[in-house]
């Protein structure tokens, strides 16, 4: 049984993100609650790390909240797309689901949010709070969600987000009560050459 992450897309999926030369691994998420520093898999998930770094670039993210908090299965932290006032920003056409590259919805993986259409996701994405196998790419039986890095540096900060209050609002559960806002996310390292 699929879980449908809402990204609220319906477009059609797009092969790539917008052409950049970006090439970088690590961003760093300052939160109102702490840092978090993901390391990007490139190799494993070309499509949505590029789609992620471009997002980190334009300031996408600047501003938004973790707008669910889960405890339960799947336990995870989701943000990128809402402001504080649960405001949607707009995004560039979804991309294509890298579920199936061999990475797996294990405690501090970041992957792609989307809808019940595996290529939908957009800008939203979720931290794994825990081992969310169910979330996981099967073949000939579910499309998964793309995993494509992980928490490198902030994990406590992770832990400390997944333990907030929520309620539903807006006609969304899982809500933080305290908005968890993404101050800014920034690329800090990259490949030389």
């Known amino acids: 049984m699929a879980v449908a992450l809402m990204t609220g897309c319906s477009r059609k999926a797009s092969k790539e993100p917008k052409d950049m030369d970006i090439g970088l691994k690590k961003v760093k998420l300052e939160t109102s609650m702490g840092d ?12 949505t790390v590029k789609n992620f770094l471009q997002y980190a670039q334009e300031g996408f993210f600047d501003g938004t909240i973790f707008h669910r908090v889960i405890r339960t ?6 943000g990128g797309g809402f402001t504080a006032e649960i405001v949607r ?12 590259n061999g990475l797996e919805n294990d405690r501090g993986t970041i992957a792609m949010a989307r809808t ?4 939908s996701a957009t800008a939203q994405f ?8 169910r ?3 099967v ?18 900060t992770v832990d400390k987000i997944a333990t907030v209050k929520t309620a539903t609002r807006m006609g969304m559960d899982d809500v933080p009560i305290e908005p968890v ?6 690329v800090v390292s990259g490949k030389q050459g």
């Open 116 to 119: 019940s259409d595996p290529d």
């Open 73 to 78: 299965n799947p336990a995870m932290i989701q």
């Open 135 to 137: 979330l996981n790419y």
């Open 89 to 100: 920003r707009e995004t560039h056409p979804p991309i294509v689901n890298e579920a199936g």
């Open 139 to 156: 073949e000939n039986r579910d499309p998964g969600y793309a995993v494509f890095g992980k928490v490198v540096e902030g994990m406590e």
């Open 126 to 133: 979720f931290i794994n709070h825990k081992n969310n196998d």
């Open 181 to 186: 806002v993404i101050k800014s996310a920034k």
């Open 36 to 47: 978090i520093v993901i390391e990007l898999n490139e190799e494993a998930a070309p499509v």
